[in-house]
Nanobody
Framework: QVQLVESGGGLVQAGGSLRLSCAAS????????MGWYRQAPGTQRALVAS???????NYADSLKGRFTISRDNEKNTLYLQMNSLKPEDTATYYC?????????WGQGTQVTVSS
């Protein structure tokens, strides 16, 4: 089992920045890909960015250049630096991790961007 706990969400004005963290515990060894997803009310959960254990990243096209994903394998922690935030970035942000044969989710952290 892997437990994922997100933190760092909150209320920020448009143009501001936030850094989300996701701490993995339980049995975090051998976690392969980790990722951030987000879900706004009435929409489906969608990929924000992902990163493999070796550091290969993938971003949603619309977020490239504003968001940066990173991970610290020694600390078993995933990060998402979000800059130039827009009201449309408002959503619950979820951390996910792939450790064969399962995908694990965190409980989510709310990000609200005011105009």
């Amino acid at each position: 089992q892997v437990q994922l706990v997100e933190s760092g969400g909150g209320l920020v004005q448009a143009g501001g920045s936030l850094r989300l963290s996701c701490a993995a515990s339980g049995s975090p060894f051998s976690i392969d890909t980790m990722g951030w997803y987000r879900q706004a009310p009435g929409t489906q959960r969608a990929l924000v960015a992902s990163i493999t254990a070796t550091g290969t990243t993938n971003y949603a096209d619309s977020l490239k250049g504003r968001f940066t994903i990173s991970r610290d394998n020694e600390k078993n922690t995933l990060y998402l630096q979000m800059n130039s935030l827009k009201p449309e970035d408002t959503a619950t942000y979820y951390c996910g991790a792939w450790r064969r044969p399962n995908w694990y989710w965190g409980q989510g952290t709310q990000v609200t961007v005011s105009s």
